[in-house]
T-cell receptor, first 111, second 114 residues
């Protein structure tokens, strides 16, 4: 199994631009999570889906952030407009039952 | 609110020694705990888990201990190797709530010296 696949791995964008991060979960997993990691705040859960349905988005920082999961094999996290304080590593993760498996992350820098 | 291990200490050990990484949690309803290892530039990697009906669980070179009385979790790594150098996170979950939501601590950095 290829694991959780995220793209892009690295992105540098200018403030105000739209950023779209993509995730392909492990096949057969019914939960998908988006986390953000920064030095200041550590790993934060932004949103998670169960069977493609958003269950808890209380961690999404602002209306600038949105996430979708149109099918069981694909999810996006969008930031529009992006700001320098959004610079972080964004992890997608998936699980079936209890163990959550993480992707390698998307490293976002907003200048 | 819920919190797990709110600081990022560093543990330095000599290669071959045993390492013990500690974690405190605050949510009494948590009944499932996981340790993750994160190497530089990579995502967190599952190491070992334990349910609240257990006090100890062993894996390959790793042991997790759970003390529910004082809400404390520890990860023991035997014969620590340079490849064990990473940040280690404990995470808690409440499976009884019917959903699958991990809360992570801030992590502990393990530095292994030759």
């Amino acid at each position: 199994d290829a694991g959780v696949i995220q793209s892009p791995r690295h992105e540098v964008t200018e403030m105000g631009q739209e950023v779209t991060l993509r995730c392909k979960p492990i096949s057969g997993h019914d939960y998908l999570f988006w986390y953000r990691q920064t030095m200041m705040r550590g790993l934060e859960l932004l949103i998670y889906f169960n069977n493609n349905v958003p269950i808890d988005d209380s961690g999404m920082p602002e209306d600038r952030f949105s996430a979708k999961m149109p099918n069981a094999s694909f999810s996006t996290l969008k930031i529009q407009p992006s700001e320098p304080r959004d610079s972080a590593v964004y992890f997608c993760a998936s699980s079936f039952r209890n163990t959550i498996y993480f992707g390698e992350g998307s490293w976002l820098t907003v200048v | 609110g819920e919190s797990v291990g709110l600081h990022l200490p560093t543990l330095s050990v000599q290669e071959g020694d045993n390492s013990i990484i500690n974690c405190a949690y605050s949510n009494s309803a948590s009944d499932y705990f996981i340790w993750y290892k994160q190497e530089s530039g990579k995502g967190p990697q599952f190491i070992i888990d334990i349910r609240s009906n257990m006090d100890k669980r062993q894996g390959q070179r790793v042991t997790v201990l759970l003390n529910k009385t004082v809400k404390h979790l520890s990860l023991q790594i035997a014969a620590t190797q340079p490849g064990d150098s990473a940040v280690y996170f404990c995470a808690e979950n409440s499976l009884s709530g019917g959903y699958n939501k991990l809360i992570f601590g801030a992590g502990t950095r393990l530095a292994v010296h030759p």
